[in-house]
């Protein structure tokens, strides 16, 4: 009998780790399969149904039977769209040439990495910090470099560590704002500032706006809106159509690119992904809409009472937030008072009081066995009732 040929894994497959959080929901469905109760708080996904002028308008054109590619930088009618949209919601001038539709945020990160990073190029990345931004950096041959930050910055990197940090190899600096996993902001002051230290180096500054909008307390705001930023060709912004607009199945985002490095990006996306989700692309056509803007705007005011509501009762169980959340809809919370291990808490309350959280680990290197991120992602009565379970366990 023949001998089965052995695959070899490529050393980039075997260097990417695991998305842990997915690995805890597939606990959390093995348990419900069961017959258990589970409160999901771990995964970053909005509760509510796509708004219905979003499905109205993606069965319209479906019905038409029209599905076909569109141009690889998007639907001209959607970058149009959202060109307008930062005209009329933050006052700023964005040309829709500069506007490329992508498949998610994620294919948005991608384009702009692979467009900018050649193989042993530095990217500096705040850490905690979202998971699959080090891992995009490895997948295009960077090196991915961390930034520990803390409560006390708000979990955001300053222009002091940021220029402390630079290296001889080092391409540009990732931030968020709104961000993952702590919900903290930057002001445009404090992005003008970091910004000014990746362009005195001769590096480049990718903004990661895709929890933009869902913002409380505190007006959204877009790196873009700052003259000089806006024609900066040192300057990506992402976002994404999946967080405020509540499209997270539908895979689609943008990136807004420096003029010179449209057409490159253009090429890289044409190989890539061809061009993004037609029927997708129609459909985020009505997410503009003024009723569909007054549904997503009273879906914020919930999220800000939801976060309202859960701050208080972690803090009353013991769980420490030295920074207050002021945007999506994470809570990154201190647990050493409570367990010596956030991973094996974690599992305590998925397994012991159905109550599913992310632990640190999936953010980063700085401190995770601490940290859980708490999802408040679901209504307010479930929120109360896991921190009544969490209560019975007596931790």
């Not at 780790?17 to 606990?27: A, G, I, K, N, Y």
Request: charged share 25%; hydrophobic share 45%; aromatic share 8%.
């Amino acid at each position: 009998m023949r001998k089965a040929a052995m695959l070899q894994r490529s050393i980039r497959a075997r260097d990417i780790q695991p998305f842990h959080v997915m690995e805890l929901l597939r606990r959390a469905r093995e348990l419900e399969a069961q017959g258990r109760d589970i409160i999901h708080m771990e995964v970053g996904e909005p509760d509510f149904p796509t708004p219905q002028p979003i499905i109205e308008a993606a069965m319209r054109f479906i019905a038409s039977g029209d599905v076909h590619y569109t141009p690889g930088l998007g639907l001209p009618a959607l970058r149009e769209a959202i060109a307008r949209y930062y005209h009329d919601r933050f006052d700023t001038h964005v040309a829709p040439e500069r506007i490329i539709v992508t498949a998610g945020a994620s294919g948005a990160l991608m384009l702009a990495l692979a467009a900018t990073t050649d193989p042993g190029d530095e990217w500096l990345l705040p850490d905690p910090g979202y998971p699959s931004n080090r891992h995009l950096v490895r997948s295009f041959e960077g090196t991915a470099r961390s930034l520990p930050v803390d409560a006390i910055a708000r979990y955001q990197p300053t222009p002091e560590q940021l220029d402390a940090a630079w290296g001889e190899r080092s391409r540009g600096l990732m931030v968020a704002s709104p961000s993952n996993p702590t919900g903290t902001l930057l002001s445009s002051d404090e992005i003008a500032a970091l910004h000014g230290v990746t362009r005195a180096r001769g590096g480049v500054l990718i903004v990661d706006e895709i929890y933009q909008g869902l913002s409380y307390g505190v007006e959204a705001s877009t790196a873009l809106a700052y003259p000089v930023m806006n024609a900066a060709d040192d300057l990506f912004v992402v976002n994404s159509f999946s967080k405020y607009f509540g499209m997270t199945g539908w895979r689609l985002g943008w990136l807004v690119a420096p003029e010179g490095m449209v057409r490159d990006i253009e090429k890289l996306a044409q190989h890539f992904f061809i061009s993004p989700s037609t029927p997708a692309q129609h459909a985020a056509l009505a997410a503009f809409r003024p009723e569909t803007l007054d549904i997503l705007e009273a879906r914020r005011c919930e999220f800000g009472v939801r976060r309202d509501t859960l701050l208080p009762a972690l803090r009353e169980l013991g769980f420490s937030v030295g920074a207050e959340p002021q945007g999506a809809f994470y809570i990154y919370a201190d647990v050493s008072k409570l367990a010596d291990d956030a991973e094996a808490l974690a599992q305590r309350l998925i397994e012991e009081a159905g109550v599913a959280a992310t632990p640190g680990l999936d953010f980063g290197h700085h401190l995770p066995r601490k940290h859980l991120r708490i999802a408040y992602t679901t209504r307010r009565e479930r929120l109360l009732e896991a921190a009544e379970r969490i209560a019975r366990l007596k931790l």
